[in-house]
């Protein structure tokens, strides 16, 4: 995302670490677990259907796409967050 000077000057104007502070203080305030997920998995061109992993929607102006193996429409964030949860409760099994 820091490439894409848009985002860059966003992400840099909030402080990354100050973020994830504030997450991990409303994690534990609702009896939450905070379960951060390596910064390269890729979340936007993962199908959330079938796993496929297109790489022709890297740009960010692609918001929305259809996999070409199963046909799915993905709305971009929608289809990210999906994968970003899928991913993170895959981490917190694997840590148990
Ligand atoms: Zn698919």
Redesign the pocket.
Known sequence: MLKNSRLAKSISDVSWSKFVDYLNYKAQWYCRELIKIDTFFFSSQL?G??G?QNKEVKELSVREWE?P??H?IHDRDINASKNILQQGLQLQLASR
Do not use: A, G, M
Request: hydrophobic residues 0%; aromatic residues 12%; proline residues 0%.
């Open positions: 199908c259907e079938c496929y996999c193996k199963c799915s």
